[in-house]
């Protein structure tokens, strides 16, 4: 059974930046797709960025230029750079990786941005 933990979640003042990561139990990023969503109170998940399993990247339009997705597949890793964080980021962070149609998801870390 895959395990996905996420880290790295807080509280930030609007306009600051913090760096959630997400650490496989295995080698499940390698081609596979991979990335993170986010829930807000209240609201439905969803996609905040991506890799496909083709390798290439999605962002939400809400967070293009903001926030940057990485991976690091020697160690496991998946990353999300949030720069320039606003209050409507608020939420619930998700990591999530995709194999063979099965979705591995993490627990969540939270990210609450004060105006």
């Known amino acids: 059974q895959v395990q996905l933990v996420e880290s790295g979640g807080g509280l930030v003042q609007a306009g600051g930046s913090l760096r959630l990561s997400c650490a496989a139990s295995e080698n499940i990023f390698s081609n596979n797709a991979m990335g993170w969503y986010r829930q807000a109170p209240g609201k439905q998940r969803e996609l905040v960025a991506a890799?496909?399993?083709?390798?290439?990247?999605n962002y939400a339009d809400s967070v293009k230029g903001r926030f940057t997705v990485s991976r690091d597949n020697a160690k496991n890793t998946l990353s999300l750079q949030m720069n320039s964080l606003k209050p409507e980021d608020t939420g619930v962070y998700y990591c999530?990786?995709?194999?063979?149609?099965?979705?591995?998801w993490g627990q969540g870390t939270q990210v609450t941005v004060s105006s």
């Open positions: 999530y990786a995709r194999r063979n149609y099965i979705t591995y």
């Open positions: 890799f496909t399993s083709g390798g290439s990247t």
